[in-house]
């Protein structure tokens, strides 16, 4: 894989694979000196992925500048090169149409952060050879990460899909009056959040009756009353915005101290739900 990183970040990768070590959630069978020692820094695209086999493009969300970065790529690289996007949003019809090696290019999205929530949604180009995905497929699980493989480009992809109609319900709650803030986080993190870290919305509701089947029966027609009543995308107003912003704050000041100080509590927490997901897993 190839790989482009300045001297300041393999620093903090060398203080996180040490963390890591330490707790014993370090991936692979180098160890934390022996995996910096792969990372390099160098300043033309041509010499970073010379001998790569799998490209991981990881600028930031924008399409001029990842069109740009594949482009050049699509130049530099032969047959057998997966070229791959992290993209959270994308459509890979955006990002690789006109390329000469489209067969070889999709996307590989990563969810944040990756090390301690390890899907990946694969979302190909409508050119897009199997091979291309299955080979990265393949890949992902070698390096302890969980591909999901979605048939065809959709907006959003699917984790997004999800995350965002999550949002939407929990901005309306909060919008109308139904609930506070803080207690609407709560529903998930005390509730749907704790269940889904194990099992999905489909596997839930296969096991929350006899079956599928059985489930569909008693519920579906509960389920198509409530989301009648769901009404328009929410306009995200600046008054709930404002109330939102103002619970948060109450909870997690919004400086950077802070907030940097939370974000290490919840790596903490997903690292230790990972470690116990993968010894609850079945092998």
């Known amino acids: 894989m190839a790989s482009v990183a ?24 180098l160890s934390v000196e022996e995996q910096v020692s792969l990372i390099s820094g160098c300043s033309s695209l041509q010499e970073a992925v010379e001998g790569a086999m799998h ?40 990002l690789f149409t006109g390329l000469a090696h489209v067969k070889q ?45 979605l048939q065809k480009e959709v907006d959003g992809f699917a984790l997004n899909r999800l995350q965002y109609a999550v949002i939407s319900e929990a901005w309306r709650l909060v919008e109308e009056g139904v609930m506070s ?29 006899e079956g599928m089947l059985n489930y569909c029966d008693r519920y579906v027609e509960g389920i198509k009353r409530v989301l009648k009543t769901f009404g328009p995308i929410p306009e995200f107003s600046r008054d709930t915005v404002e109330k939102a912003n103002q619970a948060m704050c109450m909870k997690v000041p919004d400086d950077p101290e802070h907030l940097a ?21 079945p092998q």
């Open 181 to 209: 803030p803080a207690d609407l986080d709560l529903v998930m993190s005390e509730g749907l959040g704790t269940r889904y870290a194990f099992i999905g919305p489909l596997e839930t509701m296969h096991l929350n009756a």
């Open 261 to 281: 100080a939370r974000r290490q509590w919840r790596d903490e927490c997903l690292m230790r739900l990972s470690k116990l997901k993968r010894q609850m897993q």
């Open 105 to 149: 290019c999709l996307v590989a999205h990563p969810v944040n952060p990756p090390y301690y929530i390890p899907l990946v949604e694969l979302v190909p180009h409508p050119e897009t050879a199997p091979a291309t995905v299955e080979r990265t497929h393949a890949l992902m699980r070698k390096i302890g990460q969980c591909p999901v493989r």
């Open 6 to 29: 300045p001297g300041g970040v393999v620093i903090v990768g060398r203080r996180e694979l040490k963390s890591l070590e330490e707790a014993g959630s370090l991936r692979g069978s």
């Open 55 to 94: 490209i991981q493009e990881c600028v930031p969300e924008n399409l001029e500048l990842k069109k740009e970065i594949f482009a050049q790529l699509d130049r530099i690289v032969d047959d057998s090169v997966v070229l791959s996007s992290s993209s959270s949003c994308l459509l890979p019809s955006k």
